[in-house]
């Protein structure tokens, strides 16, 4: 005699079917760190300047999450976030790199660690002229190759 079993849909623990297949992006978000930085320092100018990119640029968001029991979260960045180091003078030539590209970016200078506040940081920024301002990171997003050119001279992060 044969049993049947019935379980769960697939369909109603998850929106859509996972694949093998690796996904390629055409474009890259990417952060560039000055390699003399703590620890502390990289991973704070990191979250700080990622989140610049998620909230200007919509499209760099995927949906939203949801576990096997339904439980939601946030939604994140749909795509791998690469993370490169140089010394002050990269990140100064990839900056200019991005302006002159136009690429969206964000950017974290070393006076932003003695602020406290969105506004102070701000203040702090616009204080400063474009070529002097003393850059500890910088995001970008844009097509993968034109972030590539920007980035010309830094390495991934170890």
Known sequence: MQRTY???SYA??????????PIRFDTKIAVLLREDLETWQRLNVTA???SGLGTAVPEVIGEPYEDADGVPYLS???Q???VFEGTKETLA??????LSRALPRAVF????FTTGNDRDNRSAVRAVPTAE???VGLAVYGPRNAVDKALKGARMHP
């Open 80 to 82: 791998p976030v690469l």
């Open 12 to 21: 109603g623990r998850q929106s859509r079917p996972m694949t093998t297949e």
């Open 109 to 112: 200078t070393s006076d932003l």
């Open 48 to 50: 700080f300047l990622v």
């Open 93 to 98: 030539a990839a900056h200019v790199r991005v």
């Open 133 to 135: 301002l003393d850059l």
């Open 76 to 78: 994140m960045f749909r």
């Open 6 to 8: 019935k379980t769960a």
